[in-house]
């Protein structure tokens, strides 16, 4: 075993657990810093018309990005349950087909997405004054497409074999390197919007290079040389990637129409809801990062049928889930309105924004219980169930409610009906992991 790997299918569960999902925080959070260092930059040299291009391309590429995910979804759970089992050379043959099909998806999304952006843009209503400026950062964006999957999928792979400290060196040079590149093209080579879309693509670049030389030097992943894969390794990674990318489709949509409630309230609520999201997003890292975390524990021992062991990954994880996120939540109670003011100054909007903040605060705990178990249930292969989850927790609660209790209740009945939400959304979780059939669900026999 490679230093940095951990093998979850002996040992203690506790220890192993915090510190195997303590780096993949630290990942989500740099990840985060990338792109916020990145608006800061292009917003204070360039300009707001060319941080609304960035905001605007970003929304495609989100979209995009939503199908990477899918696919590295789907190799966590294939490829920690392979290495879990033992079987060095399936561990091979799926790296080499997650390989093959994804370099090929990321030249034909990069080659479609280039001569598609104008496109694009135009079908969700691009502004003319920004409409140059966006389809150039856009198309330069898909011409490093290989890049950016390539840099998410090493990350995942490694994660898979047990190993979260290198995958946040590798984000932390791709980080550093936009931080220093982004002005250098922006401010003292003068170039702009194209300045600012090369950052990205050479820091995301150079971070993906690293991560197959530092693989490579220390033996981390299994790498073989590339060959056509088999059609039931195409079929299984397929049949696992899709779903895991309409997941994040079903999320996205689900977003949007939740601001389509919080729009009618006008444009303070608007603001506070957006600089609550934004700490939200913050605010989540540990419960995503145990989801992630537990996906890979649970997936090395399904490989191996310790199913003993799976139950007390979900329980020790859940526990600590409660206890971190507890703590989060009194925080964010107690610093509601002080952290909304990093964002807004808006008296209208903090008050809202603080009021919403600390109604959602209280069900944090139960949010990050639906990201462990599923989590778990992903770790099976049991993607469309998820899909359903999801679907179940956006659309037919969390969206409905917060809808349902604003009219009650106005604007204050938004945070109430997405912590209700919450709730009822880890309770359809738990019964689905406590009873449901996700456990029959086998992608390799014995």
């Known amino acids: ?133 966006a389809v150039t950062y856009l198309q330069i964006s898909f011409l490093g497409m290989f890049f950016l999957f390539g840099y998410n999928f090493i990350n995942t792979v490694l994660r898979a074999l047990g190993d979260s400290k290198t995958p946040m060196r590798i984000v932390l040079i791709a980080v550093i390197m936009n931080a220093v590149l982004a002005p250098f093209f922006m401010f003292v080579l003068d170039l702009g919007i194209v300045g600012a879309a090369l950052a990205t693509v050479i820091s995301q670049g150079l971070a993906f290079l690293y991560s197959i030389q530092h693989s490579f030097r220390h033996r981390l992943i299994p790498f073989s040389r590339p060959s056509l ?55 989540m890292l540990p419960a995503m990062a145990l989801g992630t975390a537990v996906n890979s524990m649970a997936g090395q021992n399904i490989g ?55 109604t959602v605060a209280l069900c944090y705990p139960f949010l990050g219980l639906n990201f462990v178990l599923n989590g778990i249930v992903r770790a099976s292969g049991a993607m469309y169930q998820v899909l359903i989850l999801n679907i179940i927790s956006f659309w037919v609660l969390r969206f409905p409610l917060a809808d349902i209790f604003s009219s009650i209740y106005g604007e204050t009945g938004i945070g109430i009906g997405m912590g209700v939400s919450f709730i009822i959304s880890s309770a359809f979780a738990y019964l689905y992991y406590k009873f449901g059939g996700w456990k029959r669900k086998v992608l390799f026999k014995n």
Do not use: C
């Open 304 to 358: 191996v049928g310790n199913w003993s062991r799976v139950k007390k990954i979900a329980r020790y994880a859940s526990l600590y889930n409660f206890g971190l996120m507890v703590t989060v939540a009194i925080l964010a109670i107690i610093f509601a309105e002080h952290a909304i003011r990093l964002f807004i100054q808006d008296e209208a909007a903090v008050a809202f924004g603080t009021t919403y903040l600390r």
């Open 1 to 133: 075993m490679k230093k940095n790997q951990y093998d979850f299918t002996t040992g203690p569960i506790l220890k192993p657990l915090i510190l195997f999902s303590g780096p993949i925080m630290l990942t989500n959070l740099l990840q985060t810093s990338f792109q916020i260092v990145d608006s800061l930059w292009v917003g204070n040299i360039l300009g707001a018309e060319a941080l609304g291009a960035v905001a605007v391309a970003t929304t495609i590429l989100v979209t995009v990005l939503s199908f990477i995910l899918g696919l590295n979804n789907a190799a966590l759970t294939i490829l920690s349950q392979q290495y879990g089992r033992r079987d060095d050379a399936g561990l091979r043959n799926y790296l080499n087909a997650f390989i093959v099909i994804m370099s090929m998806m990321s030249v034909g999304f990069g080659i479609a997405g280039y001569i598609s952006a104008e496109p694009l843009l135009r079908l969700i209503g691009t502004p003319e004054a920004i409409m140059d400026m």
């Open 229 to 283: 894969p088999k059609k039931e390794e195409v079929s299984l990674i397929l049949g696992l990637g899709i779903p895991g990318g309409l997941q994040m489709a079903v999320i996205h949509a689900g977003i949007a129409a939740i601001l389509s409630v919080v729009t009618g309230f006008g444009s303070d609520t608007v603001a506070g809801f957006s600089a609550a999201q934004r700490l939200d997003s913050l605010i």
